[in-house]
């Protein structure tokens, strides 16, 4: 269902045929509406939200904010932020951006896909220097277990390597299924605060370091687990050296998940 379907029936037979023009392109978030609704230039449909109904103003929250249109004329908005809404339109995902959605279009479900092209905005946008505070707030309050984890994770391009080295590993396993794998995802996503990724671009010795760093925070703040995840033998041997430093230390437990062939491993710490 559309944007402007889910309006209509929000407000079906408050505004006459408002929703009858075609070439609406834009939502207008300011306050400059007489009304709940109000077509402005023959384009632009104002949506004031402090004049709907308790009952409209919480199926807008529920459907309309925040709701990604997929085309290249129309856009998402997460607020009456006039300013904002421009950030989002000229940090839309392009060129590079299209090719990773396309790849992860059928393997991730679909609110993580939704968060990942959202996500995407905010990256565009923090490269450019923009302020990001306000987007990443957003996503964070449409996706509460892992918006702001994704976020950070698109940033720092872990979907464009690491998540896609995770599904050609996984579907070398012949008990392979694309649930899994989304599953998978979703675990290391919400887990990112604890979570280490062991990958080829650091040595055995600073992963070894950032392990004992985090796992020292992490007690701090009350914390109790720390999870290290690896990919491809090189890096899961990494991982079980590691776990050796700790086999001793009778105050920590850890946990072991691994694949058949041992090139996938979960190792879990807990203190």
Not at 53 to 82: A, G, M, R
Not at 129 to 150: A, C, H, M, V
Not at 176 to 181: A, C, E, L, P, V
Request: charged content about 35%.
């Amino acid at each position: 269902m559309s944007v402007f379907e889910k309006l209509r029936t929000i407000f079906e037979g408050k505004f006459g045929d408002i929703f009858a023009n075609n070439t609406i392109k834009l939502f207008d978030f300011s306050k400059n509406v007489s009304h709940v609704l109000e077509l402005k230039d023959g384009q632009k449909l104002g949506l004031d939200v402090s004049k709907a109904t308790p009952d409209e103003k919480k199926q807008i929250k529920e459907e309309i904010i925040d709701v990604i249109v997929q085309s290249q004329d129309e856009s998402f908005f997460l607020n009456k932020s006039e300013e904002k809404t421009k950030q989002i339109k000229r940090n839309l995902p392009i060129n590079s951006d299209e090719d990773l959605l396309k790849f992860y279009k059928d393997k991730l479900n679909p609110e993580m896909f939704r968060a990942l092209e959202t996500s995407i905005v905010v990256r565009n946008s923090w490269k450019k220097g923009e302020d990001i505070t306000e987007l990443k707030r957003d996503i964070s309050w449409k996706y509460p277990s892992f918006g702001n984890n994704i976020c950070n994770l698109v940033t720092r391009n872990y979907f464009e390597e690491y998540f896609k080295e995770l599904y050609e590993e996984m579907l070398e396993q012949e008990d392979f299924s694309i649930i899994s794998y989304q599953e998978e995802v979703e675990r290391i996503v919400e887990s990112l605060p604890y979570m280490v990724f062991i990958n080829r671009h650091k040595s055995y010795e600073e992963f070894s370091g950032e392990v004992k760093f985090k796992m020292d925070r992490l007690r701090k703040y009350g914390t109790e687990k720390l999870k290290i995840h690896a990919l491809g033998k090189d890096n899961v041997d990494k991982a079980l050296k590691i776990a050796t430093e700790y086999r001793d230390d009778h105050g920590i437990t850890i946990e072991r998940k691994s694949n058949p062939s041992r090139t996938i491993i979960t190792i879990i710490f807990r203190f």
